[in-house]
């Protein structure tokens, strides 16, 4: 039964969402970005507790990056609905990570249930991703935060939406098409 623990606080990221969402577009991110930072660390928590302890399961190998995806998703999607990001630059993020979702369900489809490893670059998207989050909650909570570090975070989001999407269609790309064609 201990076992369970990564999966219970993968859970507990899961039900994170709705009151980060719901205070993003409230206009309380002081609150919203403690459940985030609480959220990012319990990702933290699980993953080295199903590695260190060897609790890991399958239903943890699925949910897992199914809660990450679901909490950047709602998190992208708040900001788009109280104004806090350009519009545009959520689509951008919508399309890639639709691409993406696209093509990994073609992989799985061609190849046998055997799913495409994800790219350092779609790491570092990631990564970038949450850093802007950050930033936007930082700032409505903190207004003396420079709004030039909103820009460099977003620059540094364009940039591996573009390089990570290269990369897999690239990659992955060429394999679904030969299977194709």
Same mark, same amino acid.
């Given at each position: ?9 993968? $859970? %507990?990221?899961?039900?994170? #969402?709705?009151?980060?969402?719901? *205070?993003?577009?409230? $206009?309380?991110? !002081? ?7 609480? +959220? $990012?660390? @319990?990702?933290?928590?699980? $993953? ?8 890991? @399961? =399958?239903?943890g190998? &699925?949910?897992? /990056? ?6 950047i998703i709602?998190?992208?999607?708040? &900001?788009?609905? @109280?104004?806090?990001? /350009?519009?545009?630059? #959520? *689509?951008l ?6 691409i993406?979702?696209i093509? +990994? ?6 190849? =046998?249930?055997?799913?495409?490893? /994800? ?10 991703t949450?850093? !802007?989050? %950050?930033?936007? !909650?930082l700032? @409505?909570?903190?207004? &003396?935060?420079?709004?030039?570090? =909103?820009?460099? +975070?977003?620059?540094? #989001?364009i ?5 990570? !999407? ?16």
């Amino acid at each position: 039964m201990i076992s369970a623990i990564p999966n219970l606080i993968t $859970g %507990i990221r899961f039900i994170l #969402v709705i009151p980060i969402s719901i *205070y993003i577009y409230q $206009g309380n991110e !002081l609150w919203a970005l403690i459940l985030f930072i609480i +959220a $990012g660390l @319990s990702d933290g928590l699980d $993953g080295y507790l199903a590695r260190r302890y060897n609790w890991c @399961s =399958e239903f943890g190998k &699925f949910a897992d /990056p199914l809660a990450d995806k679901c909490l950047i998703i709602a998190t992208l999607l708040a &900001f788009a609905f @109280s104004g806090k990001l /350009p519009i545009w630059f #959520v *689509y951008l993020m919508l399309s890639r990570d639709g691409i993406i979702l696209i093509g +990994a369900i073609m992989h799985l489809l061609l190849f =046998e249930n055997k799913q495409a490893p /994800p790219n350092r670059w779609g790491k570092h998207y990631t990564g970038w991703t949450i850093a !802007l989050f %950050i930033i936007v !909650l930082l700032q @409505s909570a903190l207004p &003396f935060i420079p709004i030039y570090l =909103e820009w460099i +975070a977003m620059a540094g #989001v364009i940039f591996f939406i573009f390089l990570s !999407l290269f990369n897999y269609l690239n990659q992955e790309g060429r394999l679904i098409f030969k299977k194709i064609l």
